[in-house]
């Protein structure tokens, strides 16, 4: 698997399904449960963020791993209050933090040989028999188009 164009074709469906999308259709509730566009995209940057605290940790890198902790934190609400933080921010700026972190993982991931991506066990948080490479399949190209998705219906919707 080639982890970099995994995360780059993510990020090109995430870009594609909200490209032209009308500025007043960001914040229309109910794309996603109770979520807008622009709180899809809020909560899909909080997930590039705990991707670049997981491969700055791989990378043996020492620093805040705020992100990360919030996410594996036992019955924490990380979706929700991350979105949360976002809410009063511009469509512009949440786009521009969730383009940002991409950027940032892309350069993180170019660092870790393939090898490592692959190794089984090097997240234990995430389960013992899966490795970096399963969490960016499962966690972000996947979960990305599953958001996508519900964008391009709500997208259809608006057609209607």
Same mark, same amino acid.
Request: charged share 20%; hydrophobic share 40%.
């Given at each position: 698997?080639? !982890?970099?164009?995994?995360?780059?074709?993510?990020?090109?469906?995430?870009?594609?399904?909200?490209?032209? *999308?009308?500025?007043?259709?960001?914040?229309?509730?109910?794309?996603?449960?109770?979520?807008?566009?622009?709180?899809?995209?809020? $909560? *899909?940057?909080?997930?590039? $963020?705990?991707? &670049?605290? &997981?491969?700055?940790?791989? *990378?043996? +890198?020492?620093?805040?791993?705020?992100?990360?902790?919030?996410?594996?934190?036992?019955? +924490?609400?990380?979706?929700?209050?991350?979105?949360?933080?976002?809410?009063?921010?511009?469509?512009?700026? &949440?786009?521009? @933090?969730?383009?940002?972190?991409?950027?940032?993982?892309?350069?993180?991931?170019?660092?870790?040989?393939?090898?490592?991506?692959?190794?089984? +066990?090097?997240?234990?948080?995430? +389960?013992? @028999?899966? !490795?970096?490479?399963?969490?960016? &399949?499962?966690?972000?190209?996947? $979960?990305?188009?599953? $958001?996508?998705?519900?964008?391009?219906?709500?997208?259809?919707?608006?057609?209607?």
């Amino acid at each position: 698997m080639n !982890a970099s164009d995994v995360l780059k074709y993510g990020h090109g469906t995430v870009l594609r399904a909200v490209e032209g *999308l009308p500025e007043a259709a960001w914040n229309t509730a109910g794309v996603c449960g109770i979520w807008s566009v622009k709180d899809i995209i809020a $909560h *899909l940057a909080s997930y590039e $963020h705990v991707l &670049v605290d &997981v491969l700055t940790t791989i *990378l043996g +890198g020492s620093g805040s791993t705020l992100y990360l902790s919030k996410f594996i934190e036992p019955g +924490g609400q990380f979706n929700d209050s991350e979105v949360d933080k976002r809410k009063d921010r511009t469509v512009a700026e &949440v786009l521009a @933090e969730y383009n940002d972190a991409h950027t940032k993982s892309m350069a993180l991931i170019a660092q870790i040989p393939a090898e490592t991506l692959r190794q089984v +066990g090097t997240l234990p948080w995430y +389960g013992a @028999e899966y !490795a970096v490479d399963d969490l960016i &399949v499962y966690q972000y190209y996947g $979960h990305k188009r599953e $958001h996508c998705a519900q964008i391009a219906v709500f997208r259809d919707k608006l057609k209607g």
